[in-house]
């Protein structure tokens, strides 16, 4: 007898959840959040394929906005100056490695413009634009569980890779259930980037202190909408 289709698989969660975050973590840094969502991208183009029109156009007018004394004030509005705070409170310079609004906002003024790149990346963009909240992408079938915060263990790698070189004890990772996946704003691992055949993305963001959840789940939403659209 014939055993039948096999049963479909399990809708993934596609609203916004609040990430773990490891004990000492959470002492040290109460009020950091990771939320995240999962997107199942309904786009014809693959995520690393050059932006489409309206993506294009959307960074156009992103461009207008991000000019002159706005440019180089961006690092004084509430959201930004948050991210500022925390990068010192973590033992980062932001003047030296600069929050990511200040990054791409310094970008656009050296390029003169907010210019098209590929679609995935281009999402993630306007979502920071758009919020001043940053948002990552992983592709969804490598992660194993929930995302959280915790602080590396020495010797243990970036993602399930053996090629990537060991990480030193203490810094702060996002990880799933066996790995640490992203240095906290930082490097995503290699083996966990999505790829021109991934469909199915988990996105994640970063909120600090004086930063509302609800501008991290706005980020998340954002590109969310971009990406499920077909």
């Known amino acids: 007898m014939s055993a039948g289709p096999p049963a479909p698989e399990a809708p993934r969660d596609r609203e916004p959840r609040l990430g773990w975050l490891a004990r000492e973590v959470e002492e040290e840094l109460p009020q950091l959040r990771l939320i995240s969502c999962e997107v199942r991208v309904e786009r014809s183009e693959p995520v690393t394929a050059r932006c489409p029109r309206d993506v294009q156009a959307r960074l156009q007018a992103l461009s207008n906005r991000f000019h002159g004394a706005r440019a180089i004030g961006i690092r004084r509005e509430p959201v930004p100056a948050a991210y500022r705070v925390f990068f010192r409170q973590i033992g980062l310079d932001p003047d030296v490695v600069r929050t990511p609004i200040e990054e791409a906002v310094r970008e656009r003024m050296l390029r003169g413009g907010f210019l ?5 990346e281009d999402v993630l963009l306007i979502a920071l634009l758009d919020t001043g909240i940053p948002v990552w992408a992983l592709a969804a079938e490598t992660v194993d569980g929930p995302l959280g915060i915790r602080s590396s263990v020495e010797g243990e790698r970036l993602g399930r890779s ?6 030193p004890a203490g810094r702060l990772v996002i990880a799933d259930a066996s790995a640490p996946l992203a240095i906290l704003f930082g490097e995503l691992a290699p083996a966990h980037r999505p790829l021109a055949s991934t469909r199915e993305l988990t996105l994640f963001a970063v909120a600090v202190a004086g930063v509302p959840g609800l501008y991290a789940e706005e980020a ?6 971009a990406l499920e659209q077909p």
């Open 162 to 167: 053996a090629d990537t070189p060991p990480l």
């Open 116 to 120: 098209p790149g590929e679609l995935l």
């Open 220 to 225: 998340l939403w954002s590109a969310q909408a």
